[in-house]
């Protein structure tokens, strides 16, 4: 079983519709949750931190739920240019650093 | 030049070559990392640089030699790799080994023929 689990999707939803994705963690040591976004044939980059009393910027909200091992993210109003692949990624300790496979996302107009 | 630069963004080489990945950053972080994205496989950890001491080698083949000079560059020497290392190398940066608030640099796009 892989340390961090994503749906890979596709997601194909279209323009202004809600979208949410779940991640899932085995390791019950984790400390820290972050989602990435990389476009294609382009480097990861940093999206938000997720934390436990959930947070929002502005049409994007992360959730982390401890109990469960997981995390999500919503994305409301969707723009054609929220298309990408979103990477769900969970840290413990300075150097144990692991990414998911990533959830394809894709706006249709 | 700002934020984390890679050279050469795309390489192709024999099984036989040798080869060097760069990367710089110009952000003051103290900590750098290799990662190697295959196609359809999650990123992975290949080496940690925390204060231009290695950290952390994720049982990488010796067929990849890290080096770290300074706090600013990090390199990848490659030699006698097989076609299954074929893959976007990814180098980042962060500050205190605080990842993964970190940035990445543009890949080296890598095919070994």
């Known amino acids: 079983r892989k340390e961090v689990e994503q749906d890979p999707g596709p997601f194909n939803v279209p323009e202004g519709a809600t979208v949410a994705f779940n991640c899932t963690y085995s390791?019950?040591?984790?400390?820290?949750f972050f989602w990435y976004r990389q476009d294609c044939r382009k480097e990861p980059k940093l999206l938000m931190s997720?934390?436990?009393s959930g947070n929002e910027d502005g049409r994007f909200t992360a959730q982390l739920n401890r109990a469960s091992q997981y995390i999500s993210l919503l994305i409301r109003d969707s723009k054609l240019s929220d298309s990408a692949t979103y990477l769900c990624?969970?840290?413990?300790?300075?150097?144990?650093?692991?990414f998911g496979s990533g959830t394809r996302l894709s706006i249709r107009p | 030049e700002t934020g984390v630069t890679q050279t050469p963004r795309h390489l192709v080489m024999g099984m036989t070559n040798k080869k060097s990945l760069k990367c710089e950053q110009h952000?003051?972080?103290?900590?750098m990392y290799w990662y190697k994205q295959s196609a359809k496989k999650p990123l992975e950890l290949m080496f940690v640089?925390?204060?231009?001491?290695?950290?952390e080698n994720n049982s990488v083949p010796s067929r990849f030699s890290p080096e770290c000079p300074n706090s600013s560059h990090l390199f990848l020497h490659l030699h006698t790799l097989q076609p299954e290392d074929s893959a976007l190398y990814l180098c980042?940066?962060?500050?205190?080994?605080?990842?993964?608030?970190?940035?990445f640099g543009s890949g080296t796009r890598l095919t070994v023929v």
């Open positions: 980042a940066s962060s500050q205190d080994g605080q990842g993964p608030g970190y940035t």
């Open positions: 390791n019950s040591a984790s400390q820290s």
């Open positions: 997720v934390y436990s």
């Open positions: 990624v969970v840290q413990r300790g300075a150097s144990k650093i692991i």
């Open positions: 952000l003051g972080h103290n900590a």
């Open positions: 640089y925390s204060l231009e001491e290695r950290v």
